[in-house]
T-cell receptor, first 111, second 114 residues
Framework: GENVEQHPSTLSVQEGDSAVIKCTYS??????FPWYKQELGKGPQLIID?????GEKKDQRIAVTLNKTAKHFSLHITETQPEDSAVYFC??????????FGKGTSLLVTP | NAGVTQTPKFQVLKTGQSMTLQCAQD?????MSWYRQDPGMGLRLIHY???????DQGEVPNGYNVSRSTTEDFPLRLLSAAPSQTSVYFC?????????????FGNGTRLTVT
């Protein structure tokens, strides 16, 4: 949706390198920020989420950081592997109950 | 658990035809929603429901109707299909009705309108 901007739209990294995807949102009342991974032919799957009372959250090779003042949040994937290749979506919960998604980042990890 | 089940997986319609995309979840989730996914556009919210008997419009509701008569089912109806509705449609559910808990997606319905 137009209230969540995601960059870059495509990202190519070598296996073992780190990948960073950034999102900005417009609604200062947003308080829930999930990240989804979508593999070809499947529905998106949640990989990590963060709430506005937390600045950073980590789960093994994946981390998300949130800067509420600047209204942006980022996904960091370390030690990338070929199976990390997929489309990644950020999202922000707007006022009410609507989760708005960014337009997606196609990540390619080359061996 | 089957999770979120969408049927059919593929559908081709002619302009003006009607059809219903089915969505069922077996997790007793309060919240259900429909998204469409178009190349370069990400996921856009069509309609959502925070519980049985309650529905509301999302970002792109025109041309679609929904109802939520049971907790488990959330069908999406196209009354008169148009080529602009060619897309991949995803149904998603979450435990809590406020949209701030993880969404579980089905595997999608690929719709082509000729």
């Amino acid at each position: 949706g137009e209230n969540v901007e995601q960059h870059p739209s495509t990202l190519s990294v070598q296996e073992g390198d780190s990948a960073v995807i950034k999102c900005t949102y417009s609604d200062s009342a947003s308080n829930y920020f999930p990240w989804y991974k979508q593999e070809l032919g499947k529905g998106p799957q949640l990989i990590i989420d963060i709430r506005s009372n937390v600045g950073e959250k980590k789960d093994q090779r994946i981390a998300v950081t949130l800067n509420k003042t600047a209204k942006h949040f980022s996904l960091h994937i370390t030690e990338t592997q070929p199976e990390d290749s997929a489309v990644y979506f950020c999202a922000a919960l707007l006022a009410g109950y609507a989760l708005n998604f960014g337009k997606g980042t196609s990540l390619l990890v080359t061996p | 658990n089957a999770g979120v089940t969408q049927t059919p997986k593929f559908q081709v319609l002619k302009t003006g035809q009607s059809m219903t995309l089915q969505c069922a979840q077996d997790m007793n989730h309060e919240y259900m929603s429909w998204y469409r996914q178009d190349p370069g556009m990400g996921l856009r919210l069509i309609h959502y429901s925070v519980g049985a008997g309650i529905t509301d419009q999302g970002e792109v509701p025109n041309g679609y109707n929904v109802s939520r008569s049971t907790t488990e089912d959330f069908p999406l109806r196209l009354l008169s299909a148009a080529p602009s509705q060619t897309s991949v449609y995803f149904c998603a559910s979450s435990e809590r009705g406020r949209g701030n808990s993880p969404l579980h997606f089905g595997n999608g319905t690929r719709l082509t309108v000729t």
